[in-house]
């Protein structure tokens, strides 16, 4: 495939799963993602290890899985009303392409509006996805928040 071709396609997976994510369609996005898959919301915005420091969310299957059921179940505080979420995603770049793997950085501007307040998140993402057949799948997805240094209000969705 041509750059541009692996980037459309990275950029459609990466559409489909914002557009899931804010219509709540949680069993969906978790469809979108490899097994071994990883969820990183690092505290520092230039953290590279992950599994060693503290993170907001360091999920694999299983964390993903559990975060899904709490926004499901409405057993958690923070997700009962649900959010509502929109989100704008912005300026892929294709980083690498190779062997089936297509690294995309992008942006995001999150809208929440949750029990009559709104509160607004900017993120610089990464995807990395890997091709399994004749689809994508999300294999790691980092969100680099750009307030992290303010406190994250508590999030009853998924970023």
């Known amino acids: 495939?041509?750059?541009e071709s692996e980037l459309f396609a990275?950029?459609?997976?990466?559409?489909?799963?914002?557009?899931l994510l804010d219509q709540?369609?949680?069993s969906a996005w978790?469809?979108?993602?490899q097994h071994d898959g990883?969820?990183?919301v690092?505290?520092?915005p230039n953290e590279t290890d992950f599994?060693?420091?503290l993170n907001y969310a360091c999920d694999d299957h299983h964390m993903r899985e559990k975060r899904v059921h709490r926004l499901y179940s409405g057993e958690s505080i923070s997700t009962t009303p649900r959010a509502r979420t929109l989100r704008t995603l912005s300026r892929f770049r294709l980083l690498e392409s190779r062997?089936?793997?297509?690294?995309?950085r992008g942006a995001q501007s999150l809208w929440e509006h949750r029990k009559g307040h709104s509160r607004h998140y900017a993120a610089d993402i990464t995807w990395q996805l890997q091709r399994e057949g004749d689809r994508l799948r999300i294999q790691q997805k980092v969100i680099r928040l750009v307030n992290s240094d303010d406190v994250l209000h508590s999030i009853g969705y998924i970023l």
């Open 1 to 3: 495939m041509t750059p």
């Open 51 to 53: 599994k060693n420091t």
């Open 10 to 19: 990275a950029v459609t997976l990466i559409n489909l799963e914002g557009d």
């Open 30 to 33: 978790l469809d979108l993602w």
């Open 24 to 26: 709540g369609e949680f």
């Open 38 to 40: 990883l969820y990183v």
């Open 42 to 44: 690092p505290i520092d």
């Open 99 to 104: 062997d089936g793997l297509i690294v995309v």
